[in-house]
């Protein structure tokens, strides 16, 4: 299972994923090239996810996935 983070964003970035509960899942480091790259979500149990992405720049992106 993976999904496709896509920003207007260039470089490296660290990944937040977080339960509906607010308890942390994983944290990773990314990088972004052309704007997107694709993450494994295979270890996560069936849920709603917010995924937070923190830019080196200091900007951030949040938005929620579904795991089915």
Known sequence: DKVKVSLNAEGDAMLTVADVT?????????????????????????????FNVALESGATSTFNVVKK
């Not at 990088?31 to 979500?41: A, K, Y």
């Open 22 to 50: 607010g308890k942390v899942a994983f944290v990773s480091p990314i990088t972004l090239v052309n704007g997107s790259t694709t993450v494994d979500i295979s270890s996560l149990a069936t849920g709603v996810y917010t």
